[in-house]
């Protein structure tokens, strides 16, 4: 989950790639950690066999600095794609706020994203998430292979929510870096649609506004830029956009309207809850109460008095009467 | 792709810490540190983010040791199940000179704690126990309270992406 942090003013995204095994996830990793340099990326970690296969994770922070007054950081993980560390796998998948599918476009291995890609869509459940609804985005890797299969025929097997796709070499660092731009924008949105200050005194009124405000991206998407590695035709199966995608071609966060009505986070509460006690509270049946419990409290008041004015007279009588049998 | 309001396992589950609550954990964490005589000690959230730390810190590579604490207690956690335990509340690494204690505090944070030959595991339990409880019980105070001085700003989105055109290219 994205992480707030006003006291260190940090904003804390997790980023997953998911693939089957040797699809280039960690690959995918490496490049980012050359490409990106020194000062933006932390120190790639990996923990994995001997044989250099991913046991567990692979791990880098990168940091981007400074945004709008909170230093932004995406922590990028791998998760093992062989097919028997599912447990380590689902682990890795809590808490993410995206995901990355690193799919190989070997043809004799279409049975590996199809099963990799059930495997997601299973452990995402068991997070209650839905992939249709958060960051996720598909990489056809290894798009230099002789063989690769044709792009529409990858989104027609694999890509049935209609994300965004990237054509990827990672070896070659091509398309890799589009794929995190296209993945952390994504989240960035998600992010900034939830978290947007608005003004406590305007929130009714924006409410109101927003949706139409929010409604106004580029109805017909320009035609997206052609990729380094896009050697494939773009043709999609229904709703798959073609190849890479560009970001402002993705629908809109449209439901903008229902945000309103997030409930507040059950340990840590958020800016968002806040409309709807102030929009849902009635003046008319909450105001009468304090009224007739300030009667109440008067009336209280005058007996307190009069019990500590009775207190003190029997006071005052003990004491002569015992001093003058003294 | 739509983003609606359906998804709410992501959205509920967000993390949002405020200054003032931040504020209140470094006190305990300070007087912990006092106490036990601890090198230093890191709060990580279950899902690898560094919440905040106290104590001499600064040469830790903060981002990934907190990935790592929060990936050893995950996949504890799981041994812990086939084991027939819920979870290992506890967890100690020994070394040479350093050692580390991580223990769960409230529902989904975790107390790491490393110290030196300065002072003993006993005493590094004996405290990390009535430090656990005192941020459990504030954690309980955070999560009654609702704290909405602080927002992130409505151009943060705009920034961020101009932000990244530039780290990534456009």
């Known amino acids: ?62 940091d981007i600095g ?54 997601l869509e299973e452990n995402l459940k068991d997070y209650n998430l839905d992939p249709k609804k958060i960051p996720f985005v598909i990489q056809y890797n290894k798009r230099d292979l002789p063989a690769a299969l044709p792009v529409a025929e990858l989104n027609t097997k694999l890509n049935r929510w209609g994300v965004p796709t990237y054509e990827a070499v990672a070896v070659k660092g091509e398309g890799v870096m589009q794929t995190l731009k296209g993945l ?56 798959p956009r073609s190849v890479p ?72 009588a003990y004491f002569l009467y015992f001093k003058d049998k003294l | 792709m739509a983003m609606g309001k359906s998804d709410e396992g992501m959205r509920s589950s967000r993390l949002v810490f405020y200054k003032e609550d931040i504020e209140k954990i470094e006190r305990v964490l300070a007087q912990f540190l006092k106490s036990a005589n601890a090198k230093c000690a890191l709060l990580v959230d279950k899902d690898g983010h560094l919440v905040t730390k106290s104590g001499e810190a600064s040469t830790y590579d903060m981002d990934t040791i907190s990935a790592l604490v929060a990936g050893s207690f995950a996949a504890t956690k799981q041994m812990a199940k086939l084991l027939g335990e819920e979870e290992f509340s506890i967890m100690f690494h020994q070394g040479k000179k350093d050692n580390i204690q991580l223990s769960l505090v409230g529902d989904r944070t975790i107390l790491a704690i490393i110290f030196d030959d300065k002072t003993t595991l006993g005493m590094v339990r004996l405290y990390a126990g009535q430090v656990a409880s005192k941020l459990g019980t504030l954690f309980d105070e955070i999560a009654q309270r609702k704290s909405e001085a602080e927002s992130i700003s409505k151009d943060f989105g705009q920034a961020a992406k101009s932000k990244l055109d530039d780290v990534f290219g456009s």
Request: with cysteine; charged share 15%.
């Open chain 1, 1 to 62: 989950m994205v992480q707030i942090n006003f006291a260190r003013r940090e904003v804390n995204c997790k980023i997953v790639y998911y693939g089957p095994g040797l699809s280039g996830k960690t690959t995918n990793l490496e490049l980012i950690h050359q490409k990106a340099g020194q000062g933006i990326a932390g120190s790639l970690t990996s923990i994995a066999t001997e044989q250099d296969r991913t046991l567990f994770f692979d791990f880098m922070p990168l």
């Open chain 1, 66 to 119: 400074q945004v709008a007054g909170m230093k932004t950081k995406f922590f990028l993980y791998t998760v093992p794609g062989q097919v028997y560390y599912n447990s380590t796998r689902k682990l890795v998948l809590q808490g993410a706020d995206g995901v990355v599918f690193v799919a190989d476009s070997d043809p004799n291995r279409m049975p590996d994203n199809i099963e990799s890609l059930k495997n």
């Open chain 1, 184 to 239: 952390s924008k994504m989240i960035i949105e998600r992010l900034n649609d939830d978290y947007g200050k608005q003004p406590a005194a305007t929130q009714a009124a924006s409410a109101a506004t927003a949706p139409s405000a929010k409604a106004a991206p580029p109805a017909p998407a320009p035609a997206p830029k052609p990729a380094p590695a896009a050697k494939a035709p773009a043709p999609s199966p229904p709703g």
């Open chain 1, 245 to 316: 995608m560009a970001p402002a071609a993705r629908p809109a966060p449209a439901p903008a309207p229902g945000r309103t009505s997030t409930p507040a986070a059950r340990q840590h509460s958020t800016p968002t809850s806040k409309p709807s006690p102030a929009t849902s509270k009635s003046p008319g049946t909450s105001k009468p109460a304090p009224a007739a419990k300030g009667g109440g409290g008067g009336g209280g008041k005058w007996v307190a008095i009069a019990l500590v004015i009775l207190l003190g007279g029997a006071a005052a």
